[in-house]
T-cell receptor, first 116, second 111 residues
């Protein structure tokens, strides 16, 4: 099983709403990532969790709040987003983090987020 | 500053053609380079390359790494419409524990 599952697939939210994106993997991976991808651009890193601890926060605004309840789950809590936050949000996992050894990342199908 | 640049940015070919996509990199402490195919949503993993000159092959796709000249190529032979996608290369960076993506090449295969 090399599957990373993300829900929901699509999300439309107002600027005052609070919503959460969910990500799950059962490959025993200990590193999980949130990436943001705008149209016609490559994915850009937002957060990295390594062994359920937040490892990297790439200067992401506080209206995005990650959470890693356990080694299989990753959430991204959204609050007071702006229209420019509309994008494809991708979750990924890898066996371990890249500073430990060579590994590949597996991506979920993404959540297409539209902020109105 | 770490850089990963892909060329061309976009490519339109006819079915049956062979294409070569390029990924050039300048990163500190290089360890590996990965290729992904992205159709509608999820990037799907194609290859991981760690050693120079050793070709990785999967069906009509193959890839090779040149660590002296700092680039990798992805070849697709006998292209099909199903090969239409964005092809991304990524380099793991120790600083940030991340997979750092190149600009991508958009490939369109016309019947």
């Amino acid at each position: 099983d090399t599957e990373v599952t993300q829900t929901p697939k699509h999300l439309v939210m107002g600027m005052t709403n609070k919503k959460s994106l969910k990500c799950e993997q059962h490959m025993g991976h200990r590193a999980m990532y949130w990436y943001k991808q705008k149209a016609k651009k490559p994915p850009e890193l937002m957060f990295v969790y390594s062994y359920e601890k937040l490892s990297i926060n790439e200067s992401v605004p506080s209206r995005f709040s990650p959470e890693c309840p356990n080694s299989s789950l990753l959430n991204l809590h959204l609050h007071a987003l702006q229209p420019e936050d509309s994008a494809l949000y991708l979750c990924a996992s890898s066996q371990t983090t890249v500073n430990i050894r060579n590994t590949e990342a597996f991506f979920g199908q993404g959540t297409r987020l539209t902020v109105v | 500053e770490d850089k990963v640049v892909q060329s061309p940015l976009s490519l339109v070919v006819h079915e049956g053609d062979t294409v070569t996509l390029n990924c050039s990199y300048e990163v500190t402490n290089f360890r590996s380079l990965l290729w992904y195919k992205q159709e509608k949503k999820a990037p799907t993993f194609l290859f991981m390359l760690t050693s120079s000159g050793i070709e990785k092959k999967s069906g009509r796709l193959s890839s090779i790494l040149d660590k002296k000249e700092l680039f990798s190529i992805l070849n697709i032979t006998a292209t099909q419409t199903g090969d239409s996608a964005i092809y991304l290369c990524a380099v793991p960076l120790n600083t940030g524990n991340q997979f750092y993506f190149g600009t991508g090449t958009s490939l369109t295969v016309i019947p």
